[in-house]
C-alpha cells in the first residue's frame, strides 16, 4: 500500500475541506475493515523568493567583509547554523550533515536569519541591514 498524500483546510468552525476528496475518497477504499492512523499536521510553506534574495545579499555584504567569497561565505554560515547529526543505526557511526536552506520553511529560514545576524554582531561587531533598511554594513562602536 503506497502513503500518498492528501491537502485541505480547516474552516473556522473546524471543518475539513480536503482539496481532492474524490481523489482521498478512492485512496482510502483500499483500507476498508482496517485500522488506519490519519496525521494532520499544519502546511509549512517555503520560503520566499525575498527571503532568498534578502539572504543572499547578506552573503554578498559578508563576503565583502570577511575576503571569502560568496559560496564560501554561504557555507560557513550553513555549517554553523544547519548542521545536523544523525546516528547510524547499525554502525554507531556519528554522521554530518548539513541542511539547505532550500529546503527550510519560512519559519525555519527566518530563524536561520536571525542566528546569522546575531552572529555576524557577535563575531564581527557588524549589524546586517533589514529588509527595509540602507544596504550597507553598520559596524557598531
Not at 14 to 20: C, P, V
Not at 56 to 61: D, G, K, P, V
Not at 77 to 100: A, C, P
Request: aromatic share 14%; glycine share 4%.
Amino acid at each position: 500500500m503506497t502513503e500518498l498524500t492528501f491537502f485541505g483546510s480547516v474552516d473556522e468552525s473546524g471543518k475539513l475541506h480536503i482539496r481532492d476528496r474524490k481523489g482521498f475518497i478512492i485512496y482510502i477504499r483500499q483500507f476498508a475493515g482496517k485500522d488506519v492512523i490519519i496525521d494532520v499536521k499544519r502546511k509549512k510553506t517555503n520560503r520566499s523568493l525575498q527571503q532568498n534574495a534578502f539572504f543572499h545579499s547578506w552573503i554578498n555584504l559578508l563576503s565583502e567583509h570577511t575576503g571569502y567569497d560568496f559560496e564560501e561565505m554561504k557555507e560557513i554560515v550553513k555549517f554553523k547554523f544547519l548542521k545536523t547529526e544523525k546516528i547510524n543505526e547499525n554502525t554507531g557511526e556519528v554522521l554530518t550533515f548539513i541542511k539547505h536552506t532550500s529546503k527550510l520553511n519560512k519559519e525555519d529560514f527566518a530563524e536561520f536569519c536571525n542566528n546569522v545576524q546575531k552572529w555576524c554582531n557577535e563575531e564581527f561587531n557588524i549589524r546586517l541591514p533589514l529588509p527595509n533598511e540602507n544596504w550597507e554594513i553598520t559596524y557598531n562602536d
